[in-house]
């Protein structure tokens, strides 16, 4: 009987030990990012390091909401998101822990960091304009503002106000200018719409191809992904529309940027595991896979655009702290509403 017992303990600890081992070898992701680039990377540093990436992909929100109803129970390691105003609202909720780590702190450029680090920018792009190359003259362009000029009257092209990618820009116009210019600016931009809004940045691109406007704003990889593209149609589309960053003068803010980002789960049962996946994504290496698959920015200084990216020149870009995109988001929100933007 006592060899019955001892041969069971030593077997639940064998046991044990081998499912730390495994637990010990894995990394687990809840992701916002759908990109292709996204399952290289992981194959890679599944190559260089023997640990299994898992991913479980959902919108933001209900990742947030699945790690709130989890708690301490979540397997989650790492939480992606596709906007900086959802990384903030994880960390509001107390949701993520410090990501500490003197080689991703050497990885990023020091004005793309979290000033409380609680998430990591691995990308970044730039919401930008571009416009018809046979209707629009680049001189006539200059910011955000410029585009409620009544010149612009059933010329611009843009996606829906449910998009996380308007409410990161109308969040912040909202910082940097307040709630009521920003009410003025949506209200005007409404007005000079050439259709409701519909469709992804993709869509907008192609219907200034289709000569349905003029100008629209999109995010910068859109346009290296239709330029890039083996198919017709969107190559095409992308080779009719110039690209041009807004709010570049001296005394202005700046194109405004948006970064996908990475956070630390605050139970994450594989930190080290963890934050080794993020040293990863943020060294030279994988940087230069994102800008030449996804056509993202990078956000190691030591990483240039690619050819199609950097072929638009450099830019200023918005220095605002990241998270005021999450901050000023229910806002955004009620000023959409408020001045009609479908």
């Not at 529309?241 to 594989?270: C, D, R, T, Y």
């Not at 030591?302 to 050819?307: C, G, I, N, Q, T």
């Amino acid at each position: 009987m006592k060899k019955t017992i001892i041969f069971c303990l030593t077997t639940l600890i064998l046991s044990s030990c081998a499912d730390q081992a495994k637990k010990s070898n894995e990394v687990n992701l809840y992701s916002q990012r759908h990109y292709t680039v996204d399952e290289k990377q992981y194959e890679a540093f599944e190559l260089e390091t023997g640990i299994k990436v898992n991913v479980i992909k959902a919108n933001a929100d209900e990742l947030i909401e699945r790690l709130k109803n989890e708690g301490e129970n979540s397997p989650a390691d790492l939480f992606v998101s596709v906007d900086a105003g959802k990384l903030q609202k994880a960390g509001r909720l107390n949701l993520l822990q410090p990501l500490e780590s003197s080689v991703i702190n050497s990885n990023i450029s020091e004005d793309l960091k979290d000033l409380n680090n609680l998430w990591v920018p691995i990308t970044y792009r730039a919401r930008i304009m571009v416009y018809s190359k046979d209707r629009v003259k680049v001189e006539e362009l200059s910011t955000y503002s410029a585009l409620t000029d009544a010149k612009w009257k059933n010329r611009v092209l843009v996606r829906s106000s449910s998009n996380a990618y308007n409410q990161a820009l109308l969040s912040s116009i909202v910082a940097n200018k307040g709630a009521d210019y920003a009410l003025s600016w949506a209200t005007s931009l409404v007005n000079n719409f050439s259709r409701d809004p519909k469709g992804n940045d993709r869509d907008q691109v192609k219907a200034i191809a289709a000569g349905q406007g003029d100008i629209a704003i999109v995010n910068s990889y859109y346009i290296g992904l239709l330029l890039s593209s083996e198919k017709e149609e969107e190559l095409k589309a992308g080779q009719s529309v110039g690209v041009f960053f807004p709010n570049q003068g001296e005394n202005q803010s700046g194109s405004h940027i948006n970064i996908s980002g990475i956070g630390l789960a605050k139970n994450a049962p594989n930190k080290e595991n963890a934050i080794k996946l993020v040293e990863f994504l943020t060294s030279e290496s994988a940087q230069k896979r994102y800008v030449n698959t996804s056509y993202e920015y990078s956000v190691n200084p030591l990483v240039k655009p690619s050819a199609i990216v950097g072929s638009w020149g450099e830019f200023k870009r918005d220095s605002l702290d990241l998270n005021q995109l999450g901050v000023h988001r229910n806002t955004a929100i009620k000023i959409f509403d408020k001045s009609a933007w479908k």
